[in-house]
């Protein structure tokens, strides 16, 4: 069952954090923070949290330390180690101590959201579409209820159809390599899934939208690298 996912961010600099905070606010996400190693002691066992986001260098202690206890308590609990600390070194010690993912600082936001819904999506967490709403000429599609009403017919989206459209919009400046929609959707290493699961759910998707390929009104093409949302869908 979709929810809003609850992120908690163990950093110490006031404006990384806001930085971050806004940002995963933004993208719909609950968020709580941390700003010492005796918060981060505190808060990170607690209930109700899907994803850390763990600073190295904190007041008061090393995050690796945190890490160690969380791993004692929360084996399951996904965690984003997030520092300046970017050599081979130090990413291969944060890895194998139990991080799922490594986060060099200075980072982008699109980056950070991309890893932290990759990492989510790792660990079973399905990602509320935080209520967006996408309509254009001749048709709509409600994310959050996954569902969608075109050419005067209604569907029911699949989670990976109202996925696709979400990461589309959240992108929309851009083209979207098929291959990181991949990694997004699914755990394409432990499904053998291929770019072509990417071509199959916007076919599905393009059928339901009454979506013209040749002339695209929601989802459009760009040859040789991926998909974007066309030019006259609203998102609200």
């Known amino acids: 069952m979709n929810h809003r996912a609850t992120i908690l961010v163990v950093e110490d600099?006031?404006?990384?954090?806001?930085?971050v905070v806004a940002g995963l606010t933004g993208a719909g996400f609950a968020v709580r923070t941390a700003a010492s190693h005796?918060?981060?002691?505190?808060?990170?066992?607690?209930?109700g949290i899907d994803l850390i986001l763990l600073d190295l260098v904190l007041p008061g202690g090393d995050g690796l330390d945190l890490l160690a206890r969380l791993r004692t308590v929360r084996p399951e609990r996904a965690v984003i180690i997030m520092t300046a600390r970017g050599a081979e070194p130090d990413r291969v010690k944060g890895l194998r101590q139990g991080a799922d993912?490594?986060?060099?600082?200075?980072?982008?936001l699109d980056e950070l959201l991309a890893r932290v819904e990759a990492v989510l999506r790792r660990t079973g967490v399905r990602l509320a579409p935080a209520g967006m709403v996408l309509r254009w000429a001749g048709g709509e599609a409600d994310l959050a209820r996954r569902h969608a009403t075109a050419a005067g017919a209604d569907h029911d989206l699949s989670p990976q159809e109202a996925d696709l459209l979400r990461l589309?919009?959240?992108?929309?400046?851009?083209?979207?390599?098929?291959?990181?929609l991949l990694g997004l959707l699914w755990r394409a290493g432990a499904t053998g899934l291929t770019?072509?699961?990417?071509?199959?759910?916007?076919?599905?998707?393009r059928e339901k939208?009454?979506?013209?390929?040749a002339e695209p009104r929601v989802v459009?093409?760009?040859?040789g690298v991926g998909y974007r949302l066309a030019d006259g869908v609203a998102v609200g």
Do not use: C, N, W
Not at 168 to 180: F, H, S, T, Y
Not at 220 to 223: G, I, K, L, Y
């Open 101 to 108: 993912d490594y986060l060099v600082k200075p980072f982008g």
């Open 220 to 223: 459009a093409t760009v040859r």
């Open 13 to 19: 600099d006031a404006a990384i954090r806001d930085g």
């Open 168 to 180: 589309l919009a959240e992108r929309r400046d851009r083209a979207v390599p098929r291959e990181e």
């Open 195 to 205: 770019s072509r699961a990417i071509d199959m759910t916007v076919l599905r998707l």
């Open 38 to 47: 005796a918060e981060g002691v505190r808060a990170m066992p607690q209930d």
């Open 209 to 213: 939208l009454a979506d013209d390929p």
